[in-house]
């Protein structure tokens, strides 16, 4: 029993790779649409794919997903197949004015189906209507890798087998999937060959001082993710996407190294809003979700702590960023809590919002953030009885 579309995109995909077509990768910036449009691209170049763009949007100043400003780069490509990884399923106007803009539009996402479906030309989303795959919780990079495998067939040689199940393991953990089914298979595929890795980015990590210390392989991936995530954008290309793709032991050395430091000063950042927020919540006890946030919260740094805070006060938890006109916003609960249904209840107060049941984010107008956060204490209070 195939992924609904599966073969619908790989079919699509090998025909721009044959007729010479352009080709642009959309990705989110997090590790799971990193890994997923390393995956893609490796694929489609192993068979003379003409990538003319690798993309990865800019949450905090323009938005999740396939945004306007995206569009206004890309459309100088156009006409062109569009691939967007690890987004776009709630990206309704910004799909349709891609294909006026003469692009043909592939989703593959992960996210919850908000109602209906955009109008792009295929769309891989176990979550879809329709889709009898059993397995509804593969990372958006676990869907790219099964992509690939379609694609490729027998021509997936050995090495590149290990290479692209490497990256699928890595965004999967990351993205913090259940380790079931298809998931602990890719992850311990995966996390087989990844300390001898041929992958110079992830060799770095495996060999400086830091990673050296944790005693098994799971302790020093999690610490290399950690350090992937944190925020380093040169020329719109996130860290992570220049330390696992390229093939310079150099270049990955030198930004390893700079990461480091800035992870060090975003722990000891964080640490200090943590303690803000632990003493802020301690009057509202009685509330039956989190709410916090600021100014002075780092977009960057809003789903650790909405993760570290949900687990200790066993509560949603909604972190926002407060910007000129709007705030950004990121969500972590406890498992049998589903944020997105809570957002969709309330989003009449919302610009945006998406993403899964126990990890997700929203955009909303300060005028309406505290008419959203008591339509959310509503809901949760309701729920929970």
Known sequence: MALKNLDKAAARLKEAVKKGERIILYGDA????????????????????????VYFPDREND???????????LKTFSPALLCAMDLGISNFKEIKEAKKLGFDVILVDHHVVLGKLPDADIIVDPKQDG??????????????FRLAEEILGNKMSSAMRKSLVELAAIGTIADMMVREQDNNEIIEEGMETLENSWRPGVRAFFGIQELKKFPNIESKLQKMISILNVRDVEDGYPASFRILSSDSEREVTLITERLLEVHELRRQQRDRLLAKVRNDILEKKDESIVFEGGEDFDYILLGGLASIISQEEKKPTFMYRKMKEECIGSVRAPSGQDTV????????????????????????????LEKFKSCLIEYFKEQNG
Request: negative net charge; hydrophobic residues 30%; charged residues 25%.
């Open 341 to 368: 249904e809570a957002m969709k209840h309330c989003k009449e107060y919302t610009i945006t919002y998406g993403g899964h049941p126990q990890a997700s984010g929203f955009r909303v107008e300060h005028k309406n």
């Open 30 to 53: 997090d590790l799971d649409g990193v890994c997923s449009a390393i995956i893609m691209q490796e694929t489609l170049k192993s068979l003379g794919g003409n990538i003319v763009r």
């Open 63 to 73: 938005g999740y997903g396939i945004t306007q400003k995206a569009l206004e780069e």
């Open 131 to 144: 889709d009898t795959y059993p397995f509804k919780e593969l990372a958006a990079c676990g869907l790219t």
